[in-house]
Structures are given as C-alpha cells and as structure tokens.
C-alpha cells in the first residue's frame, strides 16, 4: 500500500522558518519525481516545488524563489523521503501542504502529472 505521511507544519510568525517533511512508502519511488502542492481556503491546490528522481533539478513557483528549498533522501529501509524548507515565511503561505510522488522522474507544475498525495499538513504564517 502506497503511503505518503507529511509532518512538520504548525504555526510561525511572519519572517520564520518550519521545515517539512513527507515519508513515501509502500512501493519504489527512486525513478519518480517527488513535490509539494499547497491549497489555502477557497483556492485551487497548486504547485510549490518539485524535485527530479535523481535530485539533479529542482522547480519552483515563482512566489516561493529563493524563499523554499526542496531535497530528497532515496530509500532508507524502503522510505523515501522529501523535504521542504521554508524560510522567509508569509502570511500568504498559509495553507495545506500536501506532498505528492509522480511517475515522470522530473517535475511537473501540472497537478494532473502527480499520481500520489499526502493527506497534507497544515502551515499558519502570523503577521
């Protein structure tokens, strides 16, 4: 059974940092690119940051350039996992984080590309 477990939001104030992590189990997720999608209240689930196979390029929404940085660990005892650091924290990152694994080894911004989803973990910025 294919799992992906996110973990580490919370609340932090404008400016800070949380790093998130997501857990991908249950088949071989090596030759898949893994990524983050975001959806705040009354808007579409969209792109954060996605990260090739191979860790050899990364992608990102262009409101979270420089601000976020997306990394990968392949197979520890079967779990893949990704991260997500974010820093320089806004209150317009509020949101649930949702972590996702797609087929194609390189990301796509398009949600449609992206065949397994966390249940998401929750990220307030405070201003």
């Known amino acids: 059974q294919v799992r992906l477990v996110e973990s580490g939001g919370g609340l932090v104030q404008a400016g800070g940092s949380l790093r998130l992590s997501c857990a991908a189990s249950g088949r071989t997720f090596s030759n898949y690119a893994m990524g983050w999608f975001r959806q705040a209240p009354g808007k579409e689930r969209e792109f954060v940051a996605g990260i090739s196979w191979n860790a050899d390029s990364t992608r990102y929404a262009d409101h979270v350039k420089g601000r976020f940085t997306i990394s990968r660990d392949n197979a520890k005892n079967t779990v893949y996992t990704v991260y997500l650091q974010m820093n320089s924290l806004k209150p317009d990152d509020t949101a649930v984080y949702h972590c996702?694994?797609?087929?194609?080894?390189?990301?796509?911004?398009?949600?449609?590309?992206?065949?397994?989803w966390g249940q998401g973990t929750q990220v307030t910025v405070s201003s």
């Open positions: 996702a694994a797609g087929s194609n080894p390189y990301p796509s911004v398009t949600r449609g590309a992206w065949i397994y």
